[in-house]
């Protein structure tokens, strides 16, 4: 539904209007339709969650106490 909200416009105008909007919509629906789907990884297999997200202790007396703490 399109709601004009200021101003009064021509039947013809509204038409000219309304093409606009429909013809950005059918490219939009287009190029989604192209597009290649991404294959989603599951998050177990991804390689990056391999690395640390936080830099590790130093080594000392305390390492061991410190290597698990909540960041």
Same mark, same amino acid.
């Given at each position: 539904m399109i709601k004009v909200v200021r101003g009064n416009p021509t &039947?013809?105008?509204?038409?000219a209007a309304l093409? @606009? @909007?429909? *013809?950005r919509a059918a490219?939009?629906?287009a190029a989604a339709a192209d597009a &290649?789907? *991404?294959?989603? =990884?599951?998050? $177990?297999a991804d390689p990056a969650s391999t690395v640390p997200r936080h830099r590790l202790p130093h080594p000392g007396p305390r390492? $061991?106490? =410190?290597s698990y $703490? &909540?960041?």
């Amino acid at each position: 539904m399109i709601k004009v909200v200021r101003g009064n416009p021509t &039947p013809e105008e509204l038409a000219a209007a309304l093409a @606009v @909007v429909r *013809t950005r919509a059918a490219a939009a629906a287009a190029a989604a339709a192209d597009a &290649p789907a *991404t294959e989603r =990884t599951d998050a $177990w297999a991804d390689p990056a969650s391999t690395v640390p997200r936080h830099r590790l202790p130093h080594p000392g007396p305390r390492a $061991w106490r =410190t290597s698990y $703490w &909540p960041r």
